[in-house]
């Protein structure tokens, strides 16, 4: 991507290039060794003809000091604006150029690891005056102080219009330094994206090791950039680049074990102590021996990088999973590019052809990267989804719960309007029973008044629509119950010659007010009602209902009548049978002689109802019997 990108801006901003002359390209040279003899060779030195590209070591194997090459070329006339030369895959110390006689310029490579790195071009431009028309020579001088340290040699080198030239060294430059930066900024983001993963979900120890790995790399790489133009620590320069070169290796092994599944302690532990020994024992030895080293280095590294590709495939969990595969070849690539590198130092790569050890970078960043990245989204994957089943087991248990309090809460209304019922059988039974037996008794006694039998069936329809009364939802309006007793009552009681007075304020709401409780209170004020008119004799009935405070509601029923008898109070039935509904419904039932005589009957009504359980009641049991 990268090469793409700098080709497409070269395009955009060397258009002009584009018509200039292509540059003459020099595939053929003279060679001379002059050992520490640094002066330009004579015309009748001994000469070798070569072909470029050319290495030393394949013709003067071992030799160290001066080299020279010649180019001998023909120019029909002498060309207009800048010109340039470009050499490609240049191995040795320094190189210089002379044009004619004139030194053009040259590069020298003075930091530790000596041209080992990327493979990096030599850009020269000159004005088109040291050209001549006819016979031109240009001589490339190249020195090694060590014999081991390069596989010495130079590639082929263009020479033209500068702006053609230019365009051929930039994209050495792409395949060099551009590339090597663009690793160092992939690498460094790989680390920092993984760890803010990492601090997200930390049990994960394999994304925390390609972290730590990813972010020592860029460490080293910086640190040995940084210190490169420097002469006070060599020494650490060459671990750096040692580490820079093949730091990446060991990690990459484990990186890819861990995927699969395979935990090696004591075959990690051995890694992390080859990874030491490499990195110091560069450290040791002569510069002489350094080529040997560096071709041990990238042997090692690539049968390290072979087995661990092996392993993987071999311990991984079959069915072969994508993340597995993509490890081992991963390594398998890696290990390539090492084994390239080691070639090299055999003579069977060029000395002109690219470095290709650094791109082991973005192949380990992206190959075990996303493999790793595909581990981290397969655990939230599988973790979702168990939120899903879990969430969908919740769901079933609280859809069962409900159905479950559902059919519960249907039962205990369908419970509680059978003991409803029953209450109101046995109030019904008490109540409109009683009265249908009196008149049946009345009949029986002979011939009946029937003025007074025609009471008599009214005192039953009124107990009946009374009954029908408390069936009728109240929504908790305790006024409203009571303005149907009134309507109910009203016409009964002043038909006996009984005034009644009503004294009823707005009041609030009544919880659990239901049919049964309706019914209760009803039966309650009835029998005071009816105390008031058969016993007491009285010529003046007032009910009043007013709210006491916040929980209460106080309902009385006064009458001016001749009082009663508390000792024969106690034993009666009616007056237990209203004491006992009281209760039921966790209300307060007061009996009291008036200050003006008569009676006071208070009920106190609680805001909030108790719920009332099935009662037996005696006096329907009587009736029933009756």
Same mark, same amino acid.
């Given at each position: ?6 080709? =497409? ?25 002059? #050992?520490? &003899? ?42 207009? #604006? ?5 050499? &490609?895959?240049?191995?040795? &110390? ?24 990327? %493979? ?126 093949? =730091? ?184 409109? =029973? ?14 009946? &008044? ?32 009571? #303005? ?46 009816? %105390? ?34 508390? =000792? ?5 039935? #009616? ?52």
């Amino acid at each position: 991507m990268v090469r793409a990108l700098a080709a =497409g801006m070269l395009i955009v901003f060397a258009l002009p290039a584009a018509v200039a002359a292509q540059p003459a390209v020099f595939r053929k040279a003279e060679f001379i060794l002059t #050992g520490n &003899d640094w002066r330009r060779p004579s015309d009748h030195a001994k000469w070798t003809a070569v072909t470029l590209p050319h290495a030393w070591y394949r013709t003067h194997p071992g030799a160290k000091g001066f080299g020279w090459y010649r180019i001998d070329f023909e120019l029909q006339r002498v060309p207009t #604006g800048a010109q340039g030369i470009e050499l &490609d895959g240049w191995r040795s &110390d320094w190189v210089e150029f002379y044009l004619n006689g004139t030194l053009v310029g040259g590069s020298r490579e003075v930091t530790a690891g000596g041209g080992l790195g990327l %493979n990096t071009s030599v850009f020269l431009t000159f004005p088109s005056t040291l050209l001549l028309a006819g016979r031109n020579e240009l001589l490339a001088q190249m020195y090694t102080s060590h014999a081991r340290l390069n596989i010495q040699g130079l590639g082929r080198v263009r020479l033209g219009d500068a702006r053609a030239v230019r365009l051929r060294s930039i994209e050495a430059q792409e395949w060099g330094f551009y590339a090597e930066r663009s690793f160092f900024a992939m690498t460094f983001a790989a680390g920092l994206i993984s760890l803010f993963v990492w601090l997200a979900r930390r049990s994960d120890r394999v994304l925390l090791w390609y972290c730590i790995s990813c972010l020592s790399w860029v460490a080293a790489g910086a640190a040995w950039n940084i210190l490169r133009w420097s002469h006070y620590v060599p020494h650490l320069q060459i671990v750096l680049i040692t580490y820079r070169v093949y =730091g990446l290796a060991v990690p990459a092994v484990i990186l890819a074990l861990r995927i699969a599944g395979l935990r090696m302690r004591l075959f990690e532990g051995l890694l992390w102590l080859f990874l030491a020994a490499e990195v110091t024992g560069s450290l040791w030895g002569s510069p002489d021996n350094l080529m040997i080293r560096l071709m041990a280095y990238d042997s090692i590294n690539g049968i390290l990088l072979l087995s661990g590709a092996a392993l993987t495939l071999y311990g991984a969990r079959r069915p072969l999973r994508w993340p597995d595969v993509t490890a081992s070849v991963s390594l398998g690539m890696m290990s390539a590019l090492m084994f390239y590198e080691a070639g090299r130092y055999f003579g069977w790569i060029d000395v002109e052809a690219p470095v290709l050890r650094p791109f082991h970078v973005p192949v380990l960043i992206f190959a075990i990267g996303a493999a790793i990245y595909d581990r981290h989204v397969r655990a939230i994957w599988r973790m979702e989804r168990s939120n899903a089943e879990l969430q969908e087991r919740v769901d079933e248990k609280a859809h069962e719960i409900e159905a479950y309090h559902a059919e519960r809460e249907q039962r205990l209304r369908q419970e509680a309007l059978i003991r409803d019922r029953q209450r109101i059988l046995a109030d019904m039974h008490d109540g409109l =029973g009683a009265s249908l037996v009196g008149l049946l008794r009345y009949a029986q006694a002979g011939a009946p &008044d029937a003025h007074n039998l025609e009471l008599r069936v009214k005192e039953a329809l009124q107990e009946l629509r009374i009954a029908i009364d408390a069936l009728e939802p109240a929504e908790g309006d305790l006024g409203s119950v009571l #303005g149907k007793l009134r309507y109910r009552l009203e016409p009964l009681v002043e038909s006996a010659g009984v005034r009644l007075a009503w004294d009823v304020d707005e009041l609030p709401p009544v919880q659990a007010l239901e049919p049964s409780a309706v019914f209760a209170i009803q039966r309650i004020l009835l029998e005071a009602v009816s %105390n008031a008119m058969q016993h007491a004799g009285a010529q003046r009935i007032r009910i009043a209902a007013h709210a006491i405070a916040d929980a209460a509601i106080r309902i009385t029923v006064e009458d001016d009548g001749k009082g009663f008898d508390h =000792g024969l109070s106690s034993a009666g039935l #009616g007056l237990a049978s209203m004491r006992r509904r009281a209760e039921a419904l966790g209300a307060s039932l007061e009996i009291a002689a008036g200050a003006g005589g008569g009676t006071v009957v208070a009920l106190t009504v609680p805001r909030s109802l108790a719920k009332q359980a099935p009662t037996a009641y005696p006096e329907a049991e009587a009736a029933l019997r009756a």
